[in-house]
């Protein structure tokens, strides 16, 4: 992969990889996890495996060393949200999301819960599932564009505290741009050069692309975790937020 020019707006971690860990039980999650190192790439623990799993898993990756993102996507009330956010930090996660449309409220709630925490965990709010469209927006009732939308959600994020947010990388550009260098940006649906895209991510990019773009973070699953060398890939594009840094 050949280095790109970093924009000069570009903020860009030396190990930008999240593995989603898109299993579906424990034993099949840490067999593979075992071919990881922590300090290459960050670990994603989403609804599936952490219904399979609970908090069992959790600890075992955290014990390990990993800086583990539970994204759990939570969407409730003030206080639920609060609550829940103060159990993920209990657990030791090292980031844990919510959707930005549950309001300011839910996140400045959310915000307070884990303020004196020493470690506490980075707080992302979920701008638009990269799964929707434009014509999936509409029929939820959201009438600007998708990209327009994704801005309103991520403003109100940062206004209200968190720290970043989920985003596709093709808004990563826009979002850098009107937030600013230090808003974190993690975006999945992240798909390997010539790669067939056979799963339900829509709005998505490479690599390259989307470091260029602005993301921060970039949540890979099935490019990792079905790969042949699952470490080549990772080490491949830390290779490239290297270069990047060290224009």
Known sequence: MN??????????????????????NAESTLSFVRQLDPSLCQVKV???????????????????????????????????????CRV??????????????GGRRQMEAAV????????????????????????DAREVGITKPIAEHVVDLASLAKSS??????????????????????????????????????????RIMIPQDALTAGSSYLVMGRPVTQAQNPVAVIRDVNAIAMAMNAQ
């Open 3 to 24: 280095p790109l020019i970093l924009p000069e707006y570009q903020a860009v971690t030396p190990t930008p990889v999240i593995v989603a860990l898109d299993f579906d």
């Open 46 to 84: 989403g609804k599936e495996l952490f219904t399979a799993t609970g908090r069992f898993l959790v600890d075992s990756l955290v014990n390990q060393g990993f800086k583990l993102f539970l994204d759990l996507k939570y969407h409730d009330i003030p206080n639920t949200v609060a609550s829940a």
């Open 88 to 101: 993920a930090a209990d657990m030791g996660v090292w980031m844990v999301d919510m959707h930005a449309c």
């Open 112 to 135: 307070e819960a884990v303020a004196n925490y020493t470690h506490k965990p980075l707080l992302i709010g979920v701008t638009v599932l990269t799964s929707m469209d434009e014509a």
């Open 161 to 202: 505290g968190l720290d970043g947010v989920v985003c596709s990388a093709q808004e990563a550009g826009m979002l850098r741009q009107a937030l600013g260098k230090e808003f974190l940006l993690v975006t999945p649906g992240i798909r390997l050069p010539n790669a067939q895209n056979s799963d339900d991510q829509r």
